[in-house]
């Protein structure tokens, strides 16, 4: 059991490494990477298509990476927006890694790019562990999925900057319970901010490319509770007592 934990560690914190140097890089190009971590269905390639298109329209030079185990389709749903897209196909890993993303930007990613928005492989549970050089971590969940989500997957939802909650349109059809949902947030990452939003009718498209702007600027983000003494504040969170 030891030798599996000290090699989990290991993993990581080579991953780490690499992060911080992908982080310093792009950095120093002016990127700034957002990295989107959901469940399989949660609407993120939708909302996405509309943050690009919107970002597009505003003179905004973005891109996109778009990773999967198989297929090129959200890809080509991405393209339409008119911004640059790669899809990243896995192979069968149920994340990304800093190493993947590098090796997919060298050589692909356009000069003069500002934001580039990494779709990682939908999934709340092995992504959540893999720093991508990202500036911003969001993570996205469908009102489909229960407003208990948060407590299920906390360390994904522990360790986000931001919050954004999807397909609102169907809230009531669904019988999301959204200050249940707000109080688990709370629970799991107190002070993170929480953004609604409905690609179906462009509800909070412009507030959250507002807020990746803002990152871009120079805002300070969310500090999660992972990012100190995370372990402690999640099994206190989770105790039922």
Not at 14 to 27: E, I, M, S, Y
Not at 182 to 204: F, L
Request: a negative charge; charged letters at 25%.
């Amino acid at each position: 059991m030891c030798r599996s934990v000290d090699l989990e560690h290991a993993v990581t914190a080579k991953n780490d490494g690499l992060a911080a140097a992908l982080r310093a890089d792009l950095t120093a190009r002016g990127v700034t990477v957002v990295n989107l971590m959901s469940s399989p269905g949660s609407g993120k390639t939708e909302l996405l298509a509309r943050v690009l298109g919107r970002a597009v329209e505003r003179g905004l030079k973005v891109a996109a990476i778009t990773a999967d185990l198989a297929t090129e389709n959200d890809a080509r749903r991405l393209a339409r927006s008119g911004a640059p897209v790669k899809q990243l196909l896995t192979g069968g890993l149920c994340h990304l890694e800093a190493e993947q993303v590098r090796a997919h930007l060298d050589g692909w990613l356009p000069d003069g790019t500002e934001v580039l928005f990494v779709e990682n492989v939908g999934n709340l549970v092995c992504p959540a562990a893999y720093d991508l050089g990202e500036a911003l971590r969001v993570v996205l969940m469908a009102v489909t999925e229960g407003e208990d989500k948060p407590l299920k997957y906390p360390t994904a939802f522990g360790s986000a900057q931001l919050v954004v909650v999807t397909k609102t349109d169907l809230a009531e059809a669904a019988g999301f319970d959204a200050r249940a949902f707000a109080e688990h947030v709370q629970r799991i990452n107190p002070g993170v901010d929480t953004v609604r939003s409905c690609a179906r009718t462009g509800d909070g498209v412009d507030v959250l490319l507002d807020r990746v702007t803002a990152v871009r600027a120079g805002e300070p983000v969310h500090r999660p509770v992972l990012a100190g003494h995370g372990e402690t504040h999640l099994s206190a969170a989770l105790d039922p007592r």
